[in-house]
């Protein structure tokens, strides 16, 4: 079985957009940062040690408290797509 890319189907939306998606591990703290391009806009989207919050609560939690990105399926919620490209402009 084939290792899914994490942030997998974020990464799909801004690709199939015309975007990119990249993590880039320095200079943005513990974790990293993922750096989004779409239309000549640059979004940053950085850690906090334990996942990354902002693009986290875009899936279906396994868990009722999730604190850490395995606390995450690899289910978009409703209505993430429009809540992602909000996000990222």
């Known amino acids: 079985m084939p ?3 994490v942030y997998e189907k974020l990464r799909a939306l801004v ?5 990119t998606m ?3 591990r320095r200079g943005h703290g513990p974790g990293g940062a993922w750096i989004v391009t779409l239309r000549r806009k640059r979004s940053v989207f950085e850690s906090n040690g334990a996942g990354f919050p902002r693009l986290d609560r875009l899936y279906v939690p396994k868990v009722p408290n999730p604190s850490q990105w395995r606390d995450y399926t690899n289910t978009l919620r409703p209505g993430a ?7 990222i402009g």
């Not at 797509?81 to 996000?87: I, V």
Request: no cysteine; proline share 0%.
């Open 22 to 24: 990249e993590h880039e």
């Open 81 to 87: 797509r429009a809540a992602w490209m909000r996000m």
């Open 15 to 19: 690709e199939d957009a015309g975007g």
């Open 3 to 5: 290792r899914r890319r």
